[in-house]
């Protein structure tokens, strides 16, 4: 979905990389090598500006690091489905999927994941790396820390602080604060043990 976004506003893809070496089917952009290899295929290629679509938090972290240290220009993927307020800030990085709505005075942070028809109303603060599954609502006022999952059709009521590095389960309902590291699942949500 992250390199529709790029082809549909008309941007010149050179190549993709992989976690296997396959391509992606129906879009026709070659495959130059493995994600691992993204900052020397970069610098291979001649290129200087490069999107980093790996859904694990820490991975994309991680490999965008990596680039930063070579000296790689990240780009931001908007698809043209989404809807995306014009107080908002979106930093370099993310993606925008479609369906997503990012509201009035939101920040969303580098690297951040709004995934389809996910919605993060006004006035949040969507820290670094996050990802906000599909059909998640975050409600106004909302703040969460870097690296965080929020699960498939999670809600998140209004005014909530979520932590760091938090996993919230799919379905659940957030209605309290959420201490860094913790996993919530439920409705309420409620912290539950993190295995492994």
């Known amino acids: ?18 976690g296997d070496g396959t391509a992606i089917d129906g879009f026709g952009v070659p495959v130059v090598g493995l994600d691992a290899e993204v ?14 679509a790996i859904g694990d938090n820490a991975a994309r972290a991680a490999v965008t690091h990596r680039c930063d240290a070579d000296g790689l220009v990240h780009a931001t993927a908007v698809s043209r489905f989404a809807c995306v307020s014009r107080s908002a800030t979106v930093h370099d990085g ?21 995934n389809t028809n996910a919605s993060v109303d006004h006035d949040c603060r969507i820290g670094e790396f996050v990802h906000v599954a599909p059909g998640v609502a975050i409600c106004g006022g909302v703040r969460v820390g870097a690296g965080t999952l929020v699960g498939v059709g999670a809600r ?10 938090v996993v919230i389960g799919a379905g659940a309902v957030v209605v309290h604060d959420v201490p860094d590291g913790a996993m919530v699942t439920g409705v309420p949500a409620r912290q539950a043990p993190r295995s492994g």
């Not at 979905?1 to 992989?18: I, K, P, Q, R, T």
């Not at 900052?39 to 980093?52: C, E, I, N, P």
């Not at 993310?94 to 709004?114: D, E, M, S, W």
């Not at 998140?156 to 590095?165: H, K, M, W, Y």
Request: glycine fraction near 12%; aromatic fraction near 4%.
């Open 1 to 18: 979905m992250c390199l529709e976004a790029f082809l549909d506003h008309g941007h010149d893809v050179v190549g993709a990389v992989s």
């Open 39 to 52: 900052d020397t295929v970069a610098a291979s290629l001649g290129v200087d500006r490069v999107f980093v």
């Open 94 to 114: 993310a993606a925008l999927l479609p369906g997503a709505i990012v509201n009035a005075a939101t920040v969303i942070g580098r690297g951040v994941i709004v």
């Open 156 to 165: 998140v009521l209004p005014n909530v602080t979520i932590g760091a590095r």
